[in-house]
């Protein structure tokens, strides 16, 4: 079993940033391929990043390519989402999730998730 926990979401201006943070718990966290996925109100959950278990391999939504950062530091069992020149469109629910062997961005995939932390940007 993971636990994860996600922080750092809050209110930010149309072009300000946020880092946001997937604290994990429980087994080995280096094993673990980890996305980024969020929930706007009255849409779909779409997938937004993800990173390997050795973080050679990092994948990107095309609407935050070039905006957005995902990292992990393995020996802080964290997985970070710095995310740039935001937004209106970028607010929403943000979910980490964690899953062994390859990364995929199919949020089916993912076997353990986090409750989310809100990020605003307000026009």
């Known amino acids: 079993q993971v636990q994860l926990v996600e922080s750092g979401g809050g209110l930010v201006q149309a072009g300000g940033s946020l880092r946001l943070s997937c604290a994990a718990s429980g087994r080995t966290f280096s094993s673990y391929s980890v996305g980024w996925f969020r929930q706007a109100p009255g849409k779909e959950r779409e997938f937004v990043a993800a990173i390997g278990w050795s973080d050679a391999n990092t994948y990107y939504a095309n609407s935050v390519k070039g905006r957005f950062t995902i990292s992990r530091d393995n020996a802080k069992s964290t997985v970070y989402l710095q995310m740039n020149s935001l937004k209106p469109e970028d607010t929403a629910l943000y979910h980490c999730?964690?899953?062994?062997?390859?990364?995929?961005?199919?949020?089916?995939?993912?076997?353990?998730w986090g409750q989310g932390t809100q990020v605003t940007v307000s026009s």
């Open positions: 999730a964690a899953r062994t062997l390859f990364t995929t961005m199919e949020e089916a995939e993912y076997d353990y």
